[in-house]
């Protein structure tokens, strides 16, 4: 049997109605407080952006009492702003620090699983063709730039 006692599936029961209440309740509370959340859109961008910035600085050094993490959300935010004027995309450095880790780990297993050997990467028939299709996916901007680039020389001779 899953339950041992009456105890243990009355609790789960009980956190079971508690949630199903609290859906209900948030649901009642989002419907008549909509009108009075809208009203935010309705603050200039300026302020808005001030308060969200206050608000982050202040949750950051809360929760661990550090000005360090205070420090890494102004150096991010300065590098996401510059990112932004130099029309950078932002997501692939997203993207590269979630997923950076996970492939550094797995990178290292697999060489220590070759013993050293990188040429593991390009051995089997499925591993050639992604790094293949990796390569050319990468070279493809610089081969249209080139491409690019000699159409308008071809046009202005």
Do not use: H
């Not at 309740?25 to 009203?39: D, E, P």
């Not at 993490?69 to 950078?88: A, P, Q, R, S, T």
Request: one cysteine or more; aromatic letters at 14%; glycine letters at 8%.
């Amino acid at each position: 049997m899953l339950f041992e006692d009456a105890s243990s599936t009355l609790m789960v029961y009980t956190i079971l109605a508690s949630m199903f209440a609290s859906v209900i309740g948030m649901c009642l509370l989002g419907f008549f407080w909509i009108r009075v959340v809208v009203k935010v859109l309705t603050i200039p961008q300026g302020i808005l952006s001030t308060i969200v910035v206050m608000f982050c600085l202040v949750g950051a050094y809360a929760n661990r009492n550090s000005m360090s993490d205070v420090w890494m959300i102004v150096i991010f935010g300065v590098l996401g702003y510059v990112f932004e004027k130099f029309k950078f995309p932002i997501s692939p450095m997203v993207l590269g620090a979630i997923l950076g880790p996970i492939g550094e780990t797995a990178f290292m297993r697999s060489m220590i699983g070759s013993g050293n050997d990188w040429t593991v990467f390009f051995k089997g028939p499925i591993c050639g063709t992604l790094m293949v299709g990796s390569l050319l996916a990468l070279s493809y901007p610089l081969l249209q730039e080139f491409r690019t680039a000699w159409r308008r020389r071809a046009a202005s001779a």
